[in-house]
C-alpha cells in the first residue's frame, strides 16, 4: 500500500476539543487536510476551530457538537457528516472516557458508559462512514486504543475491557479492508500529557479519600507532548503502520505482557509500589499504598460522575 498522502483531503477527528484530539487537528491543518472535528465541549471545540481557521484560510473546517454515550445523537452526527462528505480520506476515533474503580465499586450503568463511549461509538462512527472511507482510494482508519487495551491491571476492568475492545475490532478490520486498499492504524498512547486525571469519573462505590495523593502522583508521570503524540500517530499513518505505541511507557508494558502473559501484574504492582515511594520521597512527603489510577478521559466528565482523582496513561 503506498504511503498515505494528507494534502486535500477531508479528516474526521474525534475527541478534537482538547488533549491528543487538538494536537491531531493542528497537525493535520498543516498537511494540507480540511477537517470535520467532533466533540462533546462546545466551547473548546469552537476555539480549536477557529485558530486552525486563522492559521489555514485556505482549508475547510467544520465542527460538530456530539455526546458520543448518546448513540442516537451519534448516528445524527454521523449522517451530517456522511451528507456533507461522500468521500473522507482519514478517520480518528480518538475520543474516550475514563472510570476509576475495581470492579466491585463501579454500577453495571458506570461500566456500560465507558463501553458506550470506548467502543460503541467507535464502531457505530466506523460503520456509517466506511462508505466514505471506500470512495475515497488510499483512505485511512485510525481508532486510539491505550496502554491499557495491551495489558490490564486491577482497578480498570471498564477502561481495559473497552480499549482491548477497541483493538480486537481494528486488529479484525485490518485485514478486511486490505483488498479495499484502506489502511487501519491501532494507537496505544503511554503516558500522554492530558487532561485525562481531571475529567476521568470515579465508580460511586470508590471512597473519594482512596484517590487523595495519587492524582499528584499520577500527574508527574505524563510527560510525553500531546504535539508529540500527533507526530507520532501521524507518522504511522504516512507509512501505513498497523500498530502505533506512543513513549517507553506502553512499549516496556507491552514487552511484559508478551513476556509473561499471565503474571505480569506482580511486576506492575510492584512497579507501582516503587513508583509511589520514589515521586513521595522527591515530594517529601510519606508514600501512601497506591491506588491503581483511574483510566483516561479526553472527553469532559459528565454531571453524574465525579472527576476523578487519578487517571492512568492513555
Same mark, same amino acid.
Given at each position: 500500500?503506498?504511503?498515505?498522502?494528507?494534502?486535500?483531503?477531508?479528516?474526521?477527528?474525534?475527541? %478534537?476539543?482538547? !488533549?491528543?484530539? &487538538?494536537?491531531? $487537528?493542528?497537525?493535520? =491543518?498543516? /498537511? *494540507?487536510?480540511?477537517?470535520? #472535528?467532533?466533540?462533546?465541549?462546545?466551547?473548546?471545540?469552537?476555539?480549536?476551530?477557529?485558530?486552525?481557521?486563522?492559521?489555514?484560510?485556505?482549508?475547510?473546517?467544520?465542527?460538530?457538537?456530539?455526546?458520543?454515550?448518546?448513540?442516537?445523537?451519534?448516528?445524527?452526527?454521523?449522517?451530517?457528516?456522511?451528507?456533507?462528505?461522500?468521500?473522507?480520506?482519514?478517520?480518528?476515533?480518538?475520543?474516550?472516557?475514563?472510570?476509576?474503580?475495581?470492579?466491585?465499586?463501579?454500577?453495571?450503568?458506570?461500566?456500560?458508559?465507558?463501553?458506550?463511549?470506548?467502543?460503541?461509538?467507535?464502531?457505530?462512527?466506523?460503520?456509517?462512514?466506511?462508505?466514505?472511507?471506500?470512495?475515497?482510494?488510499?483512505?485511512?482508519?485510525?481508532?486510539?486504543?491505550?496502554?491499557?487495551?495491551?495489558? %490490564?491491571?486491577? !482497578?480498570?476492568? &471498564?477502561?481495559? $475491557?473497552?480499549?482491548? =475492545?477497541? /483493538? *480486537?475490532?481494528?486488529?479484525? #478490520?485490518?485485514?478486511?479492508?486490505?483488498?479495499?486498499?484502506?489502511?487501519?492504524?491501532?494507537?496505544?498512547?503511554?503516558?500522554?500529557?492530558?487532561?485525562?486525571?481531571?475529567?476521568?469519573?470515579?465508580?460511586?462505590?470508590?471512597?473519594?479519600?482512596?484517590?487523595?495523593?495519587?492524582?499528584?502522583?499520577?500527574?508527574?508521570?505524563?510527560?510525553?507532548?500531546?504535539?508529540?503524540?500527533?507526530?507520532?500517530?501521524?507518522?504511522?499513518?504516512?507509512?501505513?503502520?498497523?500498530?502505533?505505541?506512543?513513549?517507553?511507557?506502553?512499549?516496556?508494558?507491552?514487552?511484559?505482557?508478551?513476556?509473561?502473559?499471565?503474571?505480569?501484574?506482580?511486576?506492575?504492582?510492584?512497579?507501582?509500589?516503587?513508583?509511589?515511594?520514589?515521586?513521595?520521597?522527591?515530594?517529601?512527603?510519606?508514600? %501512601?499504598?497506591?491506588?491503581?489510577?483511574?483510566?483516561?478521559?479526553?472527553?469532559?466528565?459528565?454531571?453524574?460522575?465525579?472527576?476523578?482523582?487519578?487517571?492512568?496513561?492513555?
Amino acid at each position: 500500500m503506498r504511503t498515505f498522502d494528507f494534502a486535500g483531503g477531508t479528516a474526521v477527528v474525534t475527541g %478534537a476539543a482538547s !488533549g491528543i484530539g &487538538a494536537a491531531l $487537528a493542528d497537525a493535520l =491543518a498543516r /498537511r *494540507g487536510s480540511h477537517l470535520v #472535528l467532533l466533540d462533546r465541549d462546545a466551547e473548546r471545540l469552537a476555539t480549536v476551530r477557529d485558530a486552525i481557521r486563522v492559521r489555514h484560510p485556505d482549508l475547510t473546517v467544520t465542527d460538530h457538537v456530539v455526546d458520543l454515550a448518546d448513540a442516537a445523537d451519534t448516528a445524527r452526527v454521523a449522517g451530517a457528516v456522511r451528507d456533507r462528505h461522500s468521500r473522507i480520506r482519514l478517520l480518528v476515533n480518538n475520543a474516550g472516557v475514563a472510570l476509576g474503580g475495581r470492579f466491585d465499586q463501579i454500577t453495571l450503568d458506570e461500566f456500560g458508559w465507558v463501553m458506550e463511549v470506548n467502543f460503541r461509538a467507535v464502531v457505530q462512527l466506523t460503520h456509517e462512514l466506511l462508505p466514505a472511507l471506500k470512495a475515497e482510494p488510499g483512505a485511512h482508519l485510525v481508532t486510539v486504543s491505550s496502554l491499557f487495551g495491551l495489558i %490490564a491491571p486491577a !482497578g480498570q476492568t &471498564a477502561y481495559a $475491557a473497552s480499549k482491548f =475492545a477497541v /483493538r *480486537g475490532f481494528t486488529e479484525a #478490520l485490518r485485514h478486511e479492508l486490505v483488498d479495499d486498499g484502506i489502511g487501519v492504524t491501532s494507537v496505544h498512547p503511554g503516558g500522554i500529557r492530558t487532561r485525562i486525571a481531571r475529567n476521568a469519573r470515579v465508580g460511586s462505590g470508590v471512597p473519594a479519600e482512596d484517590f487523595a495523593g495519587d492524582l499528584r502522583r499520577f500527574e508527574q508521570l505524563l510527560t510525553i507532548d500531546p504535539a508529540r503524540a500527533a507526530e507520532v500517530i501521524l507518522t504511522g499513518v504516512r507509512r501505513r503502520r498497523g500498530r502505533v505505541l506512543i513513549g517507553w511507557s506502553a512499549k516496556l508494558p507491552d514487552l511484559l505482557g508478551r513476556l509473561a502473559p499471565a503474571s505480569y501484574g506482580r511486576f506492575v504492582a510492584t512497579g507501582q509500589r516503587l513508583l509511589t515511594r520514589a515521586l513521595a520521597r522527591r515530594a517529601g512527603a510519606p508514600a %501512601a499504598a497506591p491506588t491503581p489510577p483511574g483510566p483516561v478521559d479526553r472527553a469532559p466528565s459528565t454531571p453524574a460522575g465525579r472527576p476523578a482523582p487519578g487517571s492512568p496513561p492513555q
